[in-house]
C-alpha cells in the first residue's frame, strides 16, 4: 500500500481509511493545503539600486511576507475555519531570516511551517522544484500561492509548480470554493472575471481581490512561536536549484521629469492641445 | 531557428497585444510562426496569414483549446517548442498564466515580460514595480518570454500571405473545465491599446461618480482605467486598474484624476507620453511625475474640463 512509503514527520493523524482521490491518496476527512511564502522587501520601501549594479539595496530595507502570499495564507486560514481543510503547512525558501515569514503565517493561522534552508539564489523555476519536492512528502490537496511577488514580479512559481505536479491551475484568484473534489476558482482576467472548475489536487495563485487578510493578534503570535518549523535542504529535497537565467546588470530606468502645475482648466486645455498635441 | 509566437485572439482577430509580441519575435530575429490555438478560430489564423513578416501559421482548432486553457494549451507548446529557439506570448493574464507552466514542462527559466531585446539570449525586464531594470540572460536551450506589449511598437503591416498549417489536437483536458465568464462590455477602446486614458482614484467617491469620466473619455475616444484603491472599494470592476499587478499602459495621454500615485500605480502608467494629474493635495506623488498638474477639486475641475473639450471637439 502507498500509505507505508510516508516518512512525514509531525503527522498528527491516526492510521486511519485510506481513500484514493485522482491525483494522490489521501486519508479520509483529511485535507492539507500547502501555502507558500515569499520574504521581499516591504511594498512601502522605494527601492534603490546598487552602485555596482548587481541589484537592489536590500541591507536594512524593511522586510515582509510577499503582499499576495499574505492573501494565500488567509484564504487557507479562512478554509480551515469553514472546515474544509484540516491542517495548513507554510513553507518558504531561503536562510534563517524567512523564519519570520513562515512566523507571520503561523501567527495567522497556519499549522506548521517548513523552511527549505539556503543561501543559494533561488529563481522561481528553482522555487517551483522545492515546493513540488514538499508536495511530494506532504501530500496536500490544494496548494495556495501569492500569484506574484513583487520583487522579482515574475508570476510564474504557482504556473510552474502546477505543471511540475501535473495538477490543474487557478491563477489569479479573486474567489475560491472547495466543492466535495473540485475547486471552483474565479480569475481576475485583462476581460474581467472567468470560472474555472478544477479537480483536486490543485494549485491556486492568488489576486487582490480574493480576501483581505488579517492582522495576526498577540495571543496568536505567542502561540505562532511554539508551532514547529521544520528545516530542509535543496540537497535532501534531491532539487538542483542552480539559476538558469544570469542576471548581466540591474539600472535604474530613466527618471521622468516633474513638469508643471497649470492654474485652470483652460490652461490645461490650451496646453494639452497647443503644445503636447495630444488632444 | 524560427520563433514561435503563441497568439491571444477572440477567434475572429489577434488582440492588439499579439502584434506588439510581434514586434519583439521580429526584434530576436529569426522566422516567425504564429500558433492560433482555440476554438473556432480559422477567422483570426486567416487575419493573421495576412500580416506582413509572418512565414507561416499554425492552426489549432478544437474543442480542448476553448478558453485557452492553460493545461492544454501549455502542452501544445510543449509538443511544438522542440522546433523553435524562442516562444512568446503578450504578458497579459492569458500569456502570463500558459508560458511558465509550458516552461515548467519543458524544464527552462521563463523570462517574465520582457522590456527589450538586447541580443537572442539576452533581455531587459522590469522587476520592483518598474523601479529597477534587470538584464537577464538565458542558458536555456529553448526560450520562453512573456512580452510586455507597451515597450514594443505594434506590428499590423499588411501584405502577407503565410500559409495556414492545421496542427493535430490532443485530448481535451479532464482536470480542469471552463464554467464561465463575467467580461466587461464597452464601446472604448480597451486600456492596453488606448491612446487615451482618463483614470480614477479613491478621490472618485462612488462608482456613481465614474460617470463623470466616462463622459470625458467618451470626448476625447479613450479609455477608463482606475487605480487598486478604486478597485477594492468597488467603484469600479478589476479589469479597470492600472499598476505593478494590473494592466501596463502607456497612451499618449494619460489623465489621473483622484489618483494619490502609489509606487504601484505609478509602474503601470509612468511610460505614458503625456501625463495629467488632478488631485486637490498638491502634495500628492503623482504631480512628481505628471506633465501637467492642476491642484483642486476634481468635482468641480471634471465637469469643467468636459465642458471645455466639448467646446474644443465640437
Not at chain 1, 13 to 25: L, N, T, V, W
Not at chain 1, 86 to 103: N, Y
Not at chain 1, 159 to 165: D, E, G, H, N, V
Amino acid at each position: 500500500m502507498l500509505l507505508c512509503t510516508c516518512t512525514m514527520r509531525g503527522l498528527r493523524r491516526a492510521a486511519g481509511e485510506a481513500s484514493a482521490a485522482s491525483g494522490g491518496i489521501y486519508l479520509k476527512g483529511e485535507m492539507k493545503l500547502l501555502v507558500a511564502v515569499k520574504r521581499v522587501v516591504d511594498a512601502n520601501v522605494k527601492v534603490r539600486v546598487k552602485a555596482d549594479r548587481t541589484g537592489v539595496e536590500t541591507a536594512n530595507v524593511k522586510m515582509a511576507m510577499n503582499p499576495f502570499d499574505e492573501i494565500a495564507v488567509e484564504e487557507a486560514v479562512r478554509l480551515k475555519e469553514k472546515g474544509v481543510v484540516t491542517e495548513i503547512i507554510a513553507v518558504s525558501a531561503g536562510p534563517a531570516p524567512v523564519q519570520e515569514t513562515i512566523r507571520t503565517a503561523l501567527a495567522m493561522g497556519a499549522d506548521r511551517g517548513i523552511q527549505i534552508d539556503t543561501d543559494a539564489e533561488l529563481q522561481p523555476l528553482a522555487v517551483a522544484k522545492l515546493l513540488k519536492a514538499v508536495a511530494d512528502k506532504e501530500q496536500p490537496k490544494l496548494i495556495i500561492l501569492g500569484k506574484q511577488a513583487i520583487d522579482d514580479d515574475s508570476n510564474a512559481t504557482g504556473q510552474m509548480l502546477a505543471a511540475l505536479l501535473g495538477w490543474p491551475q487557478g491563477t489569479f484568484a479573486s474567489k475560491l470554493a472547495i466543492q466535495g473534489e473540485e475547486a471552483l476558482v474565479t480569475r481576475e482576467v485583462d476581460g474581467g472575471l472567468e470560472t474555472e472548475r478544477l479537480t483536486l489536487p490543485a494549485v491556486v495563485t492568488t489576486d487582490l481581490r480574493l480576501n483581505e487578510p488579517r492582522y495576526a493578534s498577540l495571543p496568536n503570535i505567542m502561540k505562532a512561536k511554539k508551532k514547529p518549523i521544520d528545516k530542509l535542504t535543496p540537497a535532501e529535497l534531491g532539487v538542483d536549484v542552480t539559476p538558469r537565467l544570469t542576471v548581466l546588470k540591474v539600472e535604474e530606468p530613466a527618471k521622468r521629469q516633474a513638469g508643471v502645475k497649470v492654474k485652470s482648466v483652460a490652461e490645461l486645455v490650451d496646453k494639452l492641445h497647443n503644445e503636447a498635441r495630444v488632444i | 531557428m524560427a520563433v514561435l509566437v503563441l497568439a491571444e485572439h477572440d477567434g475572429k482577430a489577434l488582440k492588439p497585444a499579439t502584434l506588439n509580441t510581434l514586434a519583439a519575435a521580429h526584434a530576436v530575429g529569426g522566422e516567425i510562426h504564429l500558433l492560433v490555438a482555440g476554438k473556432d478560430c480559422a477567422g483570426a489564423a486567416e487575419a493573421a496569414a495576412k500580416l506582413d513578416g509572418i512565414a507561416k501559421v499554425l492552426l489549432a482548432d478544437d474543442d480542448a483549446y476553448d478558453h485557452a486553457l492553460a493545461e492544454p494549451v501549455a502542452a501544445l507548446i510543449v509538443k511544438l517548442a522542440p522546433q523553435y529557439s524562442h516562444v512568446l506570448a503578450p504578458a497579459t493574464t492569458f500569456g502570463k498564466n500558459i508560458i511558465p507552466r509550458a516552461a515548467a514542462l519543458l524544464d527552462v527559466a521563463p523570462i517574465s515580460e520582457i522590456s527589450a531585446v538586447v541580443s537572442p539570449d539576452t533581455f531587459v525586464r522590469p522587476i520592483y514595480a518598474g523601479n529597477a531594470l534587470a538584464t537577464v540572460q538565458s542558458k536555456d536551450k529553448i526560450k520562453l518570454i512573456t512580452v510586455r506589449g507597451t515597450a514594443f511598437p505594434a506590428e499590423a503591416k499588411p501584405g502577407g500571405n503565410a500559409p495556414i498549417e492545421r496542427v493535430a489536437a490532443d485530448a481535451a483536458p479532464t482536470t480542469s473545465r471552463f464554467v464561465g465568464a463575467e467580461l466587461s462590455k464597452s464601446e472604448r477602446p480597451e486600456l492596453t491599446s488606448a491612446k487615451i486614458i482618463v483614470s480614477g482614484g479613491r478621490g472618485m467617491q462612488s462608482g456613481e461618480n465614474f460617470k463623470l469620466l466616462e463622459s470625458l473619455a467618451d470626448k476625447l475616444g479613450a479609455a477608463v482605467g482606475a487605480s487598486r484603491a478604486a478597485v477594492d472599494a468597488g467603484f469600479v470592476p478589476n479589469d479597470y486598474q492600472v499598476g505593478q499587478t494590473g494592466k501596463i499602459v502607456a497612451p499618449e495621454l494619460y489623465i489621473a484624476v483622484g489618483i494619490s500615485g502609489a509606487i504601484q500605480h505609478l509602474a503601470g502608467m509612468k511610460d505614458s507620453k503625456v501625463i495629467v494629474a488632478i488631485n486637490k493635495d498638491e502634495e500628492a506623488p503623482i504631480f512628481q511625475v505628471a506633465d501637467y498638474g492642476l491642484v483642486g477639486d476634481l468635482f468641480k475641475i471634471v465637469p469643467e474640463l468636459d465642458a471645455a473639450l466639448a467646446k474644443l471637439k465640437g
